[in-house]
């Protein structure tokens, strides 16, 4: 199989060669803080509030939080210190793959020739440190990871496996919960508002929905129904305005997470062969003999007991290998499982024992298509060995996955009507937050990120004449290289987003952060 850094490469030199510059972001003239008072901003959030980004948290990261970035402008007009749970200068690269920690953040490395994400060398578990300064003193409490209802949690901070609520435990929290076995996120925010705050940024919800898209919509547990949503997110908001009567805010919705690099940057047919590998694969003792055994389900659906719409599924199910870009196999659960069909086959000896068996796999399989979205993790599956073994190839001779503790392609692939079930959950989301922002109109004002991240997405917000693109190709991209989370210069869009939102509500003229003083992703090194 050809080395699919080489696909990733190549998208990161598109999307550098196809941003445009049609909409410029307003300068604003300032600072004055109109009706607001900005002397005690409280924060709270998941990743991009705590500053994770290239898949872990990091000193770096962290210093460019959206919250950060907010407040160095907000100061500009008055506002207080902004202190976050700091990392010790120690943990440069982070943790990519907790407990264990081997590997550090992603970056752009080189290999045969291409920029392809990788991780650091070597992590840092003491990222999970306890914060070691006063968590009475924090003005940020955006968490990695935490969703609205795990915000009101209480025990997620405890790390003993007898915590009855272990299995939502967040190492982040962790490290900064004010009493990790009882407080909550929502609870340590109430408080600092109610003590030293004036202003509160609310950026939560996110995650209520991109654990379960991140995981190709596998497991539905993830996903966080809208009744849950709107108790929680109403409920956790309603407790940080009433901790301080006079404190204005301003709350962003969430994003469409499909039009992230994570689920963009892949394409459905990304599986390169030659005519000779392509001949062979679809030679009949290959999938020519898959597809013979389809042809003859068809031709018999009357003796078989197969109707029409399950003819028809059949005639979709062929593979189809030639030379060139090829879409590539997987496990789809809402096919229908025609094992029971290769049994009849094999009953009147139309098909052997040894085929019978080899087609055991391909009871619930299809190629790709252009309606699927492709997650960034299938790329370093697909094509690879299963078993060292040439005959047994993931996504080829074999559904992706096939290998996998918990087979299945499932958690790499967003179908049609998973990201149809994905995007509705998330406008759900954001009419729940635009009521409840709309019944405190008086203290409140909404960040439309949804709306913002489309426009990033159709290549039509630019800063200072430099491009901003919902992609991870240096130097215009927003988003870090796990594609899930912005980088500096996303997180400075954010900022200034939550900015031209408060100047315009509350008469403000906070001077937008200048984009192009920070960091995109690095460039490629050896």
């Known amino acids: 199989m050809k080395n699919f850094n080489k696909i990733i490469g190549s998208l990161f030199i598109l999307t550098a060669l196809s941003a445009c510059e049609q909409y410029e972001l307003p300068v604003i003239e300032g600072p004055d803080p109109g009706q607001a008072d900005f002397s005690g901003i409280i924060a709270i959030g998941g990743n991009d509030a ?71 060398a070597t992590g840092n578990a003491e990222a999970f440190l306890p914060y070691d300064g ?74 209520d929905v991109l654990g379960y898209a991140k995981d190709g919509a596998s497991n539905p547990a993830l996903l966080t129904s809208e009744v849950a949503f709107g108790v929680a997110h109403g409920g956790g908001l309603a407790a940080l305005l009433d901790s301080k009567a006079s404190a204005n805010g301003a709350v962003a919705n969430i994003p469409d997470v499909l039009d992230m690099p994570y689920f963009t940057t892949l394409s459905y047919n990304i599986l390169p062969l030659d005519a000779g590998t392509a001949s062979t694969l679809m030679g009949a003792g290959a999938f020519g003999g898959y597809n013979a055994a389809l042809d003859a389900l068809i031709a018999n659906k009357v003796a078989f007991g197969i109707s029409d719409e399950l003819a028809a599924e059949l005639e979709t199910r062929k593979v189809n290998y030639a030379a060139g870009n090829n879409a590539f196999l997987i496990t789809d659960e809402s096919l229908t499982d025609i094992g029971p069909y290769f049994d009849i086959l094999q009953g009147i000896s139309a098909i052997s024992a040894p085929v019978r068996a080899a087609l055991t796999p391909l009871e619930q399989v299809r190629q790709t298509k252009s309606t699927d979205k492709i997650c960034l993790t299938a790329a370093s599956v697909l094509g690879t060995l299963i078993a060292d073994n040439p005959l047994y190839v993931n996504g080829v001779t074999l559904p992706l996955g096939h290998a996998d503790a918990q087979p299945g392609s499932d958690k790499y692939i967003i179908t049609e009507s998973e990201a149809t079930e994905i995007t509705e959950r998330i406008a759900a989301f954001n009419d729940i937050i635009e009521s409840e922002v709309s019944g405190n109109s008086d203290r409140l004002v909404l960040v439309d990120l949804y709306s913002a991240f489309k426009d990033l997405k159709s290549g039509v917000v630019s800063y200072a004449g430099s491009s901003l693109t919902e992609s991870l190709a240096p130097p215009f991209g927003v988003m870090s290289l796990d594609g899930l989370t912005p980088n500096a210069r996303g997180n400075g869009y954010i900022a200034n987003l939550f900015i031209n939102a408060i100047n315009n509500k509350f008469g403000s003229t906070i001077p937008l952060k200048d984009i192009n003083s920070l960091p995109g992703n690095e460039l490629p090194v050896p």
């Not at 407040?71 to 943990?91: H, I, K, M, R």
Request: include cysteine; charge should be negative; glycine fraction near 12%.
């Open 134 to 207: 006063a968590v009475s003193d924090l003005n940020n409490f955006g968490v990695p990871g935490l969703t609205v209802q795990t915000a009101l949690l209480a025990g997620i901070g405890d790390p003993n496996p007898a915590n009855p609520y272990y299995a939502y435990f967040n190492p982040y929290y962790y490290r900064m919960a004010s009493d990790p076995g009882t407080s909550t996120a929502i609870g340590d925010a109430a408080t600092a508002l109610a003590t030293n705050g004036t202003f509160l940024v609310h950026a939560l919800g996110l995650n």
């Open 50 to 120: 705590a500053g994770f980004m290239n898949g872990a948290l990091y000193v770096d990261g962290q210093a460019n939080s959206f919250p950060a970035l907010l407040a160095g402008q907000l100061e500009l007009a008055g506002g207080g210190a902004f202190n976050q749970p700091d990392l010790s200068a120690a943990v440069e690269n982070g943790c990519f793959n907790p407990p264990a920690c081997t590997f550090g953040r992603l970056y752009l490395k080189l290999i045969s020739g291409r920029p392809t994400p990788t991780p650091k």
